[in-house]
């Protein structure tokens, strides 16, 4: 995150430009009190500040928590994708259990509390969680566009993904140790560094000015710019297959067993004194395989897209301000100081919005995050489907449900062959 600028400058109040000269306690003691009740008291659109933090925290902390179980819980949910989807939340889960706190202290004290370690660590962790969600996100658009553009080239499996969250994370950690290494913390007032933390900052330090603009470009260009680029490259193609009806092998299937309505009455008849239709099973097969693989394409892209929002506030203004230089020395310091927090609050809203767009557009995910709060509320409730069904109770169901389904094979068979000619041109 972004530290904020020197607040001492803004008051008159010496920066640490001149050789520290004694003050009286007395005196020292009343400038405390006035910095506490005058400047650093959080204002009234900071109180809302707050509260959008507080509201953020606690969404995204359960949210990206019930997202974990729900897989974890659930042997028909563990896809490649929801694993994906699953170190995407434990991302979100760090970087809001540990960076979210710090941040709001930073943004309304415009002081650094947290002392040497954690200027490194927290700042670290925070570039660590922005690799892993622009990763796990570039990863799961490779594996969509593999599975619904190329199948034959690439076969995704579970084993497969777990060892690419493994090399997600390895990467993510080395890569951003410089991160780490140029952070330090110094205080603005050094005449009150031994009675108070108020006024110290944690920011970057470099051997030359040079430097923080290659790095700083580089890591836009590596975790924003051209991690976007490519997924929206990938994501057009898929919705032109996916949309376009031209997915290879199912528009062919539905093309040749397709048949004339006027010849869709004599197969119901005939499916009336015998069993299902192989043709009929086929078409449904084929239809579910396309909606499903649509609704899929249609969360990850909404998932995308708010975070390409989200990052791109803080994106710009991390380039402008240690690239270009900007914001050194601006008239309206307040108006740059909201800009800094809004899109540092963004960052973490991101982390919140996931799980509410897969409750939104995920209905295997918004039946268990009914079950989940199911639990929580007073009276009986539907716990149990949180966990993956016994092979028993699969099989009772199968045979309680075996007749009713019979009964509406026939009826199915007609609907899917009748319906099919809104998905041809």
């Known amino acids: 995150m972004e530290p904020s600028a020197t607040p001492g400058a803004q008051m008159g109040v010496p920066t640490g430009s001149r050789e520290p000269s004694p003050v009286p306690p007395d005196y020292e003691d009343e400038f405390l009190r006035y910095l506490w009740r005058d400047y650093l008291y959080p204002k009234q659109y900071e109180w809302v500040l707050i509260a959008a933090y507080v509201a953020v925290f606690l969404v995204a902390l359960v949210g990206n928590t019930l997202v974990?179980?729900?897989?974890?819980?659930?042997?028909?949910?563990?896809?490649?994708?929801?694993?994906?989807?699953?170190?995407?939340?434990?991302?979100?889960?760090?970087?809001?259990?540990?960076?979210?706190?710090?941040?709001?202290?930073?943004?309304?004290?415009?002081?650094w509390l947290f002392g040497h370690a954690l200027c490194k660590v927290i700042p670290y962790l925070q570039a660590v969680s922005v690799s892993v969600a622009v990763l796990t996100l570039?990863?799961?658009?490779?594996?969509?566009?593999?599975a619904i553009c190329h199948p034959l080239l690439f076969k995704s499996t579970a084993r497969r993904a777990r060892g690419s969250i493994l090399g997600i994370w390895a990467v993510s950690?080395?890569?951003m140790v410089p991160q780490a290494a140029v952070m330090e913390c110094s205080s603005v007032l050094p005449e009150l560094a031994n009675r108070t933390r108020l006024f110290s900052v944690c920011d970057e330090r470099w051997a030359d000015d040079l430097y923080p603009k290659i790095y700083h470009s580089c890591f836009f260009i590596v975790t924003y710019l051209a991690p976007l680029g490519l997924m929206a490259m990938a994501y057009f193609q898929i919705f032109r297959k996916l949309w376009g009806?031209?997915?290879?092998g199912t528009t062919s299937a539905l093309v040749r067993n397709w048949k004339r309505?006027?010849?869709?009455?004599?197969?119901?008849?005939?499916?009336?004194?015998?069993?299902?239709?192989?043709?009929?099973?086929?078409?449904?097969?084929e239809v579910k395989q396309m909606r499903?693989?649509?609704?899929?394409?249609?969360?990850?892209?909404?998932?995308?897209?708010v975070f390409a929002l989200c990052y791109l506030p803080i994106s710009v203004l991390n380039v402008l301000k240690r690239v270009f230089g900007m914001f050194r020395q601006v008239s309206d310091r307040e108006a740059v100081y909201a800009c800094f927090t809004?899109?540092?609050?963004?960052?973490?809203?991101?982390?919140?919005?996931?799980?509410?767009?897969?409750n939104f557009l995920s209905g295997k995910f918004r039946e268990q995050f009914k079950a989940a709060f199911s639990c929580c509320l007073p009276g009986p409730g539907p716990c149990g489907s949180l966990k993956a069904p016994s092979p028993r109770s699969s099989a009772s169901h199968k045979s309680l449900s075996l007749q009713s389904r019979c009964s509406v094979s026939k009826l199915s068979e007609h609907v899917v062959l009748t319906s099919v000619?809104?998905?041809?041109p």
């Not at 991302?91 to 309304?108: E, M, Q, W």
């Not at 570039?138 to 593999?146: E, G, K, M, P, T």
């Not at 009455?265 to 005939?270: A, N, W």
């Not at 499903?292 to 897209?305: C, E, G, I, Q």
Request: net charge positive; hydrophobic share 50%; proline share 5%.
């Open 261 to 285: 309505p006027s010849d869709q009455l004599g197969d119901l008849e005939q499916g009336l004194s015998g069993q299902p239709q192989p043709r009929a099973r086929a078409f449904l097969a």
């Open 421 to 424: 000619t809104t998905v041809l």
């Open 138 to 146: 570039s990863f799961i658009a490779l594996d969509r566009w593999y």
């Open 173 to 175: 950690l080395t890569v």
């Open 68 to 111: 974990c179980l729900a897989v974890w819980r659930n042997h028909h949910m563990r896809t490649v994708t929801n694993y994906f989807i699953v170190n995407l939340s434990l991302a979100d889960v760090l970087v809001t259990a540990i960076c979210l706190p710090a941040s709001l202290l930073v943004d309304i004290t415009e002081s």
């Open 342 to 358: 809004f899109s540092h609050w963004l960052v973490y809203a991101n982390s919140a919005a996931n799980p509410i767009i897969y």
């Open 245 to 248: 009806r031209q997915i290879p």
């Open 292 to 305: 499903a693989r649509r609704k899929t394409a249609k969360m990850l892209m909404v998932v995308l897209l």
